[in-house]
């Protein structure tokens, strides 16, 4: 009997038989002729893969061919069989292959899990049968295009595609200031921004595969990046600073809502931002205002409550996104610190329930929003950001979490973040393991509990037939653990990498064989790079992007044994860092626009300044 296949996501039903179907020749697949329209985009991914994988070009038909061993697959519409939504029934005999669907969509997904099978199997395929459909009806990436790193079109169409292999129907692009808004130029000059035509193209091929381009602009909290400029200060809450949770910052924040500017500036920005899009949902923000009431609304925040006054202005921010059309989405972590505001919410709202470590909240805030009947997404993220490698083990744990709460508490959607903080120093491959294992989750949580997700996150995202690519993602996460200290949202080795050399108190508790075990997975991390067997279109850069992931986490870790007197050198470790800056450019180039880029090496070049220092 062939060994189970690999496929990510896992279906919820799948039972492999005995036996093979070959494909020996170019064939047929066969549509009803009222349904050809509707399943292009499935039939076009076939075609792709049946061609490359199996060397054997698939036409389509809506009528029978002469010779009935011509049909090689049958793909037809049946919500009758296939009662789920997005759902779909996948046969492979002796004789051929019939996928059975819900509509379009699950039409799409299956000949995803097709595709995949021929990625794995080429012309002999296994004879199996899979039923399958989603737990979460909406299942997406939020990517962070604002903290300096902007992909370019080549970058955002292969994730479009990766995506859809997935499953996936989602995608955002989180935007402070970097998209290209006609009358604001000086906010974004330099910035490589998104322009209107870029996203009208991408809207056009996330449509074509089934995926939703929500925009996304944020639109009261984190908008630095317009309010220092002398044009907006005045709409700033506080221009000269304010007091934030985890110490004071000194420069503008959030708009304030005391300002009538800040919601005409809104309006502006929506007007043109919108037209773009075909999505009916918008996400607008709204995160992390904790500079309210500490600047212009101070005396309409003592008199009336921080909770009633950002609540009024996010109402109207709502008014002018239902103006629109559009259903408002927005981070609800102000909301949760005032539960009662929950109540409150309109019910043409969907609450964005976000949290990145294991053991955030996710039941007891999805519980709220259900009691009240709002709708919401639950939103864990990749742990890829303040990390330098990523976290695995804490990203796992807090996808899986999210999908089981979620599911339980009647979530709508299900958004993998993926941030950007202190310049996005990761590179993008480096995300893979929370996008796809939280495709997996969202898709079936049951059915993808799986050990070896390492391996088959290298076989069918990185296209490394040996897995080892996977693995080393999965490794090189997982250092953060082994440096013998855990922090909130990021690891010391990247804390070590932000603090000055003489800041003691980011090695305390940290021994010599901490540095050691770290340096070691590091290693076998770095090993299993070089043993993939990396065969995609961009092989040559995923591997130099995992090199320079090992390098980075490696400097960091000599630099904490550094700092806690151990036998460096400063003049080895600036040698060191002046290839890392030099490995950073080009990994930042392969993938992403020049915008940017300058603020985000600035930050390595410190460090490098620093060694100098000491020579």
Known sequence: ?????????????????????????????????????????????????????????LTSAVARPDDPDDIIVRLTLEPGR?????????????????????????????????????????????????SDHPDFARRGIMLDISRDKVPTMATLRRLVAQMASFKMNELQLYTEHTFAYEDHALVWAGASPMTPEQIQELDALCRRHHIDLVPNQNSFGHLTRWLKHPPYTGLAEAPEGSRFPWGPIAHPYSISPAVPGSILLLEDLYRELLPNFTSRYFNVGCDETFDLGQGRSRELVERLGFERVYMDFL?????????????????????????????????????????YEADHPFERDAARYARAGVPFYVCPGTSTWCSLGGRTDNAIGNLQSAARHGRANGARGYLIT???????????????????????VSWCLEANDDPNFGKVLGIQALEDPSGQSGRAIYDLGNAYKRIGRLRHNGS??????????????????????????????????????????????????LRR???????????????????????????????????????????????NRTGGLTDSRARLERCLREYRERL
């Open 1 to 57: 009997m062939p060994a189970r296949p690999q496929l990510m996501p896992i279906p919820r039903d799948l039972r492999v038989s005995r036996g093979w179907y070959t494909i020996t020749r170019e064939g047929v697949c066969l549509l009803r002729e009222a349904e050809a329209a509707q399943l292009l985009p499935a039939v076009e991914a076939l075609q792709r893969a049946f061609h490359h994988y199996s060397g054997k070009l």
């Open 82 to 130: 296939v009662e789920q939504v997005q759902g779909y029934y996948l046969s492979i005999t002796p004789k051929r292959i019939h996928l059975r669907a819900h509509d379009p969509a699950g039409a799409f997904y299956g000949a995803q899990t097709l595709v995949q099978l021929l990625r794995q199997y080429g012309r002999q395929l296994p004879q199996l049968r899979i």
């Open 315 to 355: 109402m109207k921010i709502h008014e002018l996104v239902r103006g629109h059309g559009r259903t408002m989405m927005f981070w609800g972590d102000i909301v949760m610190r005032h539960p009662e505001l929950v109540k409150e919410l309109p019910e043409d709202v969907v609450a964005l329930e976000w949290g």
């Open 418 to 440: 993926s941030w950007g903080d202190t310049g996005h120093w990761d590179p993008l491959p480096l995300s893979y393991l929370g996008w796809w294992h939280g495709a997996a």
């Open 492 to 541: 010391w080795l990247w804390w070590a990498m932000m603090r000055p050399l003489d800041d003691t108190s980011v090695v305390e508790g940290i021994s010599a064989s901490d540095v050691e075990s770290t340096r070691a997975l590091i290693d076998r991390g770095r090993e299993r790079v070089e043993k993939a067997a990396l065969e995609g279109p961009d092989a040559t850069v």
């Open 545 to 591: 992007e995992l090199r320079y992931t090992a390098r980075l986490l490696d400097h960091a870790a000599r630099r904490i044994d550094y700092m806690r007197g151990g036998d460096g050198s400063a003049k080895v470790l600036a040698e060191d860092m002046e290839q890392i800056i030099d490995m950073h450019e080009w990994t930042w180039m392969a993938r």
